[in-house]
């Protein structure tokens, strides 16, 4: 019997964090995100972990986003000693990622602590710190996706391609021993169809049990391409007023895509002669690893390389990593872009470049990314006259972009079409959404699919036994081949037939008979032999 209990992403879309127990008694964790959003979300960060994390062998980490890896550091600190499974680029961008968290923790607990202070309360101590999370740091292991490994007795893993962000992983576990395994697949988050830089999320035809993410399981994106000309419309219409265009992304992926996209103009010859700035420290060292992992990109990224490009450079293009270069551009008038975090407009160098430009006519503000309730960023698009930044009131007079069809998350078509690839009627749980979009997915799957499928909630404890097949005969079965006796006498006749073929290309009418299809059908019985000599 195999125990799942949901101590995170379920029910909500941060936190992330699954314990897996195998028939074997034996533990893994599968992430161990932050829960962000809110005092009383985030008051789960604190709380008892409900195992012992000294006893834990594994993490399979999916992929570097703070709500899937943020709670490593904390899990190191209260004792975890084991390996972090995941993907190299996961790796090398969790490294950036979770010391750009401790730093944040660092700076809130100081902050929370000196206003306690003049209220006479105690003092608050960060969630983690630089200390902790650079000890986490050396748990990583990065491992090679598409092969399997043996992590421990009675749990073997495989990591395949998310297509979400660069080096996200689906999980694919098999839990047991002697025969008596049983197959569990956590999609982890899945990219959307045809997304910039990286592969479509790998095809999975089998398991017994399906967890699968839900942030858009209620809703559909927007088109690419109506979003692409969106955004070159903002550029133009804030380079004829002479004034900036201000893009506030998060660091990994959304800041990739839009240097891709707007290297992709500069090719075309389609983007003005005017600065672009990258103004974050973290979207920069990203962007180097981004540069680095090559191997992981889609053919339209590969071509591009092959083209002689760098997919993420443009001619005007600026890394801004000191904060007076970052002061220097609002110094400097004139038409400009700039990316800069964080992406809500929450945090970060966004809050000094809607200072300088929100309340100029002219400028333009592009939104690209998902804004939550209470943000800046949410106001503003919502229709806010004035918002408050730091706090000054800042009237609102910059031109508003809204583009949507930017995400890393598959929408609900998307979704079903992944689902879709299941052969084996897995048992599906529809885990990391809110609410609506994981019942609205469920349903989905149930009409579409009829597969048994559950919305756990969070703390909930799900027990998956092996399943049971039931085989009904009424004839005695037939006895099984040979296969090394069945496996000769097939390549004994491929020879002889493989013969034949070539004294007919030798002899003089070949020439008319032999068509494209069929040296297309010959090269695929090729590759199929060296698939199974491999
Ligand atoms: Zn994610």
Same mark, same amino acid.
């Given at each position: 019997?195999?125990?799942?209990?949901?101590?995170?992403?379920?029910?909500?879309?941060?936190?992330?964090?699954?314990?897996?127990?195998?028939?074997?008694?034996?533990?893994?964790?599968?992430?161990?995100?932050?829960?962000?959003?809110?005092?009383?979300?985030?008051?789960?960060?604190?709380?008892?972990?409900?195992?012992?994390?000294?006893?834990?062998?594994?993490?399979?980490?999916?992929?570097?986003?703070?709500?899937?890896?943020?709670?490593?550091?904390?899990?190191?600190?209260?004792?975890?000693?084991?390996?972090?499974?995941?993907?190299?680029?996961?790796?090398?961008?969790?490294?950036?990622?979770?010391?750009?968290?401790?730093?944040?923790?660092?700076?809130?607990?100081?902050?929370?602590?000196?206003?306690?202070?003049?209220?006479?309360?105690?003092?608050?101590?960060?969630?983690?710190?630089?200390?902790?999370?650079?000890?986490?740091?050396?748990?990583?292991?990065?491992?090679?996706?598409?092969?399997?490994?043996?992590?421990?007795?009675?749990?073997?893993?495989?990591?395949?391609?998310?297509?979400?962000?660069?080096?996200?992983?689906?999980?694919?576990?098999?839990?047991?021993?002697?025969?008596?395994?049983?197959?569990?697949?956590?999609?982890?988050?899945?990219?959307?169809?045809?997304?910039?830089?990286?592969?479509?999320?790998?095809?999975?035809?089998?398991?017994?049990?399906?967890?699968?993410?839900?942030?858009?399981?209620?809703?559909?994106?927007?088109?690419?391409?109506?979003?692409?000309?969106?955004?070159?419309?903002?550029?133009?219409?804030?380079?004829?007023?002479?004034?900036?265009?201000?893009?506030?992304a998060?660091?990994?992926?959304?800041?990739?895509?839009?240097?891709?996209?707007?290297?992709?103009?500069?090719?075309?010859?389609?983007?003005?002669?005017?600065?672009?700035?990258?103004?974050?420290p973290?979207?920069?060292?990203?962007?180097?690893?981004?540069?680095?992992?090559?191997?992981?990109?889609?053919?339209?990224?590969?071509?591009?390389?092959?083209?002689?490009?760098?997919?993420?450079?443009?001619?005007? *293009? /600026?890394?801004? $990593?000191? @904060?007076? =270069? #970052?002061?220097?551009?609002? &110094?400097?008038?004139?038409?400009?872009?700039?990316?800069a975090?964080?992406?809500?407009?929450?945090?970060?160098?966004?809050?000094h470049?809607?200072?300088?430009?929100?309340w100029?006519?002219?400028?333009?503000?592009?939104i690209?990314?998902?804004?939550?309730?209470?943000?800046?960023?949410?106001?503003?698009?919502?229709?806010?006259?004035?918002?408050?930044?730091?706090?000054?009131?800042?009237?609102?007079?910059?031109?508003?972009?809204?583009?949507?069809?930017?995400s890393?998350?598959?929408?609900q078509?998307?979704?079903?079409?992944?689902?879709?690839?299941?052969?084996?009627?897995?048992?599906?749980?529809?885990?990391h959404?809110?609410?609506?979009?994981?019942?609205?997915?469920?349903?989905?799957?149930?009409?579409?699919?009829n597969?048994?499928?559950?919305?756990?909630?969070?703390?909930?404890?799900?027990? *998956? /036994?092996?399943? $049971?097949? @039931?085989? =009904? #005969?009424?004839?005695?079965? &037939?006895?099984?081949?040979?296969?090394?006796?069945?496996?000769?006498?097939?390549?004994?006749?491929?020879?002889?037939?493989?013969?034949?073929?070539?004294?007919r290309?030798?002899?003089?009418?070949?020439?008319?008979k032999?068509?494209?299809?069929?040296?297309?059908?010959?090269?695929?019985?090729?590759?199929?032999?060296?698939?199974?000599?491999?």
């Amino acid at each position: 019997m195999i125990k799942v209990t949901c101590l995170g992403g379920a029910g909500s879309v941060t936190g992330s964090s699954f314990l897996i127990e195998s028939p074997q008694g034996k533990r893994a964790l599968v992430d161990c995100g932050l829960f962000q959003g809110g005092r009383q979300m985030e008051s789960r960060n604190r709380e008892d972990w409900g195992f012992d994390p000294k006893g834990l062998n594994t993490l399979f980490l999916t992929h570097a986003h703070m709500d899937h890896s943020g709670r490593i550091p904390k899990l190191a600190k209260d004792g975890f000693k084991g390996k972090v499974i995941t993907s190299p680029p996961t790796a090398e961008l969790s490294r950036v990622m979770l010391l750009d968290s401790a730093h944040i923790q660092e700076m809130d607990a100081e902050w929370q602590t000196r206003k306690n202070k003049r209220r006479g309360k105690e003092e608050v101590k960060p969630l983690y710190t630089m200390e902790d999370a650079e000890a986490s740091l050396k748990l990583l292991t990065p491992t090679e996706r598409d092969r399997i490994i043996e992590v421990e007795p009675g749990i073997r893993a495989r990591l395949r391609n998310a297509g979400h962000i660069l080096g996200s992983s689906i999980l694919e576990l098999w839990l047991g021993e002697n025969g008596n395994t049983t197959k569990v697949v956590f999609s982890g988050d899945l990219g959307k169809h045809d997304q910039l830089i990286l592969r479509d999320p790998h095809e999975i035809f089998d398991a017994d049990y399906l967890f699968v993410e839900s942030t858009y399981g209620n809703r559909m994106h927007r088109s690419f391409g109506q979003s692409k000309d969106e955004l070159l419309e903002a550029i133009r219409y804030s380079v004829s007023k002479n004034e900036k265009i201000i893009i506030p992304a998060f660091a990994v992926e959304r800041t990739q895509e839009l240097l891709y996209l707007l290297g992709e103009f500069d090719r075309e010859g389609l983007l003005p002669d005017i600065p672009v700035y990258l103004d974050s420290p973290l979207a920069i060292k990203a962007t180097e690893i981004f540069r680095k992992n090559k191997k992981y990109y889609d053919e339209e990224a590969r071509a591009i390389v092959d083209e002689g490009y760098d997919p993420f450079d443009l001619s005007n *293009l /600026k890394f801004t $990593e000191s @904060t007076q =270069e #970052s002061i220097a551009i609002n &110094e400097k008038s004139g038409s400009a872009i700039v990316i800069a975090g964080s992406g809500m407009c929450t945090a970060g160098r966004i809050k000094h470049h809607l200072k300088h430009n929100l309340w100029r006519e002219g400028a333009s503000l592009v939104i690209v990314g998902f804004q939550a309730k209470g943000t800046t960023g949410r106001k503003i698009v919502d229709g806010a006259k004035h918002v408050k930044v730091f706090r000054e009131n800042v009237s609102v007079k910059a031109k508003v972009f809204t583009i949507g069809g930017f995400s890393a998350h598959a929408d609900q078509k998307d979704l079903l079409e992944w689902i879709g690839h299941f052969e084996s009627n897995p048992r599906v749980f529809v885990i990391h959404g809110e609410a609506t979009a994981s019942e609205a997915l469920a349903k989905k799957i149930k009409d579409d699919f009829n597969l048994t499928v559950h919305v756990p909630k969070w703390k909930e404890r799900l027990i *998956l /036994k092996p399943r $049971e097949v @039931t085989i =009904e #005969s009424t004839e005695a079965p &037939e006895p099984l081949p040979d296969m090394k006796e069945v496996l000769s006498n097939t390549i004994i006749d491929l020879e002889s037939e493989l013969k034949a073929l070539k004294k007919r290309i030798k002899s003089k009418e070949a020439g008319e008979k032999i068509e494209d299809d069929d040296v297309d059908q010959l090269k695929y019985i090729q590759e199929e032999l060296k698939e199974i000599l491999s």
